[in-house]
C-alpha cells in the first residue's frame, strides 16, 4: 500500500531526476502559491494515491494492447496540479513556445511533450492529468477542506517548524495572509530601498531694497 505515494520519489537514471526538478519548480511551485503549503502537502499525497489507482485500473486493458511504463517520479502529482490550474483559470489563452493555445489545451500539449522524457510513463501521467481536472471540475469536492482548517494546521507540526526554516518560502494557508505577504512585496515598506538625495539649489537672496520695491509692485496703487 505505501507504494501508491512512494513512487514519485523513484528515478532512474539523472536525466529523469533533472526533468522532474524543472517539473517541480514550474508547475507544483505556481500551486502552492495559490493553495498555500499545507494544502500542497495535502493534495500532493492525494493526488498521487488517486493517481496510482486510476493507473493499476486502467493497466490491466492498456497493456494488453501496447507496453505499459511503470508509474515512477513527481510528473503524475505535476499533470494533475496543471490540470486544476487550467481548469480553474481565467485567462482563455496562454503563450507556449511563441503560439497562443487554448488554456485547456496546455497540459495535453505539455503531456504529448512528456512522452519523450526518458522513463517517463504516459499512462499515469495520464492518469494524474485526469484526476487533477477532476478535482478542478468540482468533481473530487470531499477532498477540500477549509482555509480555517489550513490556519491551524500552520501553528502545527510539522508546519509550524517549517515556518521557522531560514532560506524555505512557506506559504500560509489563510487566502487574507497571503494576499498580506504579496502586498507587502508589492507596496514595500518605506526606507527598505536605498533613496537618492537630490541637491536642490536655493534662490539668492535678493537686498532689501529690492524685496521692499517687489512688494510695493504686488500691492498695487490704488487712488483714494
Not at 29 to 54: D, P, R
Not at 94 to 119: E, K, Q, S
Amino acid at each position: 500500500v505505501h507504494r501508491l505515494v512512494t513512487y514519485i520519489f523513484v528515478y532512474e537514471d539523472l536525466i529523469s531526476l533533472i526533468c522532474g526538478a524543472i517539473i517541480i519548480w514550474c508547475f507544483a511551485g505556481s500551486f502552492e502559491k495559490n493553495v498555500g503549503t499545507v494544502k500542497h502537502c495535502f493534495f500532493t499525497v492525494a493526488f498521487a494515491v488517486l493517481s496510482a489507482l486510476l493507473y493499476l485500473l486502467l493497466e490491466a486493458v492498456v497493456s494488453r494492447m501496447a507496453e505499459v511504463e511503470d508509474a515512477k517520479g513527481f510528473m503524475p502529482v505535476a499533470f494533475a496540479t496543471l490540470g486544476v490550474s487550467t481548469t480553474r483559470s481565467r485567462m482563455k489563452r496562454a503563450p507556449v513556445l511563441g503560439v497562443r493555445i487554448p488554456v485547456v489545451l496546455v497540459p495535453w500539449f505539455m503531456l504529448c511533450m512528456a512522452w519523450f522524457i526518458p522513463h517517463s510513463s504516459f499512462l499515469s501521467n495520464l492518469c494524474g492529468l485526469l484526476a487533477g481536472e477532476a478535482y478542478g471540475l468540482g468533481y473530487c469536492f470531499c477532498l477540500d477542506f477549509p482555509e480555517s482548517v489550513g490556519s491551524k494546521l500552520d501553528r502545527m507540526f510539522p508546519f509550524s517548524l517549517l515556518r521557522r526554516i531560514p532560506g524555505l518560502k512557506y506559504i500560509p494557508g489563510s487566502l487574507a495572509e497571503r494576499r498580506a505577504s504579496e502586498g507587502s512585496k508589492i507596496n514595500p515598506v518605506p526606507g527598505s530601498y536605498p533613496t537618492q538625495s537630490y541637491f536642490c539649489s536655493s534662490p539668492p537672496a535678493l537686498p532689501a531694497f529690492q524685496m521692499q520695491h517687489s512688494s510695493v509692485q504686488s500691492q498695487g496703487f490704488q487712488p483714494s
